[in-house]
């Protein structure tokens, strides 16, 4: 005899990687995909907060005044990821413009290349610990978490984002190493040298792609007077031209040449330009973020009126 199948069980709903306080309710969660960037949650006195991800991220402990200036924290984990940045395209920027001369030093850019992208690597890292360490928690929580070098959690967007980009830059250092030897046969520069900047530019797209995503709470968006925005878009446009960089970058095996030497050169300086304009900007979004974090009642609230 045949019984009727049982119902499957319901669906929990999506939410944040975030704990609530006893007493508090969570509202709406929404997000690119499956991910949850932002939310509002109701506090037990009938008010409600809008959480969003980067922002809270971004803001820290927000329990220790560093200076007042915006371009000189350096007691700030987030302000030193921002420095490393800057110096890293500083050096694919100015690498990239002096490629475009024949009379430059070969040796010389390659060692610039190879310094920024371990300048790249180690901010890239940062970033990374700053999403693992972020706070778990809204509201009054008050209390410390331990400092974790790595996590597995993968319903983050946010953690996706740094560490695909983190390994993106790893193999900028891969490519960037091998490029400083120049005895390398034609079939030996696109496996060694090509092949892991083609796919460290791809690595680069994604995070772009996915801190995009976090920043608008969909796919794609436009706000341009938005600072995070700004941010991710700047990233997000000179990953698109590490990747043309890339494409152009590759040695035909007939000529044993590059596609197009200026492409690339010219590909890598933007791409560098646009990379070193977001990383000065991270340094007054993070500034800004604390200010607020500090400024406000409940230290971990970001309000605001309405998705």
Known sequence: MKTAAEPAPARAPAQSYVALPPGWQR????GAGPFVTREIVRRPDGSEMLWESRAHRKRGSGRA???GSVWWRPRRRNWWMAVLF??????????GIAAQWATTSRPA?????????LFFTSAAYLQYAEAVNAERAVGPSGRRTRWRPVSW???RVDWWAALVQLAGT???????????NTALSTTQVDSRVWAPDAFGSIAFLIASELALAEVCHRWLCLRRRDLPWKIVALNLLGSITFGVSAVASLVEPASGQPVSAHVANAGTSIGGACFLLGALLLM????????RALDARLPTAHVHASL
């Open 27 to 30: 509202v709406r969660a929404d």
């Open 65 to 67: 005044a560093d200076s």
């Open 86 to 95: 800057v110096l890293g395209s500083l050096c694919f920027t100015a690498g």
């Open 109 to 117: 850019i390659g060692i610039t290349f190879f310094v920024g992208s």
């Open 153 to 155: 959690e993968p319903r």
């Open 170 to 180: 790893v193999l900028f250092n891969i490519s960037t190493f091998a490029a400083m």
């Open 284 to 291: 007054p979004e993070s500034a800004s973020a604390e200010r």
